[in-house]
């Protein structure tokens, strides 16, 4: 089993991990579908207890400087 980890705002992991979208505003979905739809991640299996304030991350393009956790996917079959 591969994986890969990436630094993402702390606030998606309940879309990632459980897919409950719910109390995210329009933009902060739509930031994140666009952050799926490009780099097609895989399935997201685990995110660190621990945050961080990080002004960049993996998804800078389309959040600014937020709370960030380490989120681990399941890359390939």
Not at 10 to 25: K, Q, T, V
Not at 53 to 73: K, N
């Amino acid at each position: 089993m591969k994986t890969e980890t990436y630094e993402l705002p702390s606030f998606w992991a309940a879309p990632l991990i459980n897919g409950d979208y719910s109390g995210m505003e329009d933009d902060d979905i739509q930031a994140l579908e666009q952050w799926l739809e490009k780099e097609k991640p895989g399935h997201c299996c685990d995110v660190s207890e621990n945050s961080f304030f990080a002004w960049r991350h993996d998804a800078s393009a389309y959040v600014l400087a937020c709370d960030c956790s380490e989120f681990t996917f399941i890359i390939g079959d």
